[in-house]
């Protein structure tokens, strides 16, 4: 789901910038492509390296015992599981 939020967070805010009508109507103004898509391509690639990251620790940290309960071993599947 965190992937779909920040595509659709970005395509709301090009919506806001680019498209004229919500321009005049919220007082907002077109920025220019280096100041928008560059700063907005890193942020993304952070979050979604950490993610991913995180995804591969979680799945390390989950174990089933001989009756089939799950069990959180790891210390990032205890602590960051939601």
């Keep these: ?5 920040l595509v659709f967070e970005t ?3 090009i919506l806001i910038s680019y498209v004229y009508p919500f321009e005049v109507g919220l007082g907002t103004r077109a920025v220019a492509c280096a100041h928008f898509g560059i700063p907005n391509m890193s942020f993304f690639s952070l979050l979604f390296f950490f993610d991913e990251c995180r995804k591969i ?6 174990t089933r015992d001989k009756s089939g309960k799950i069990r959180y071993t790891g210390w990032i599947a205890r602590n960051t599981f939601w």
């Design 11 to 13: 395509a709301l805010i």
């Design 1 to 5: 789901m965190a992937n779909y939020s």
């Design 57 to 62: 620790f979680l799945r390390r940290g989950i």
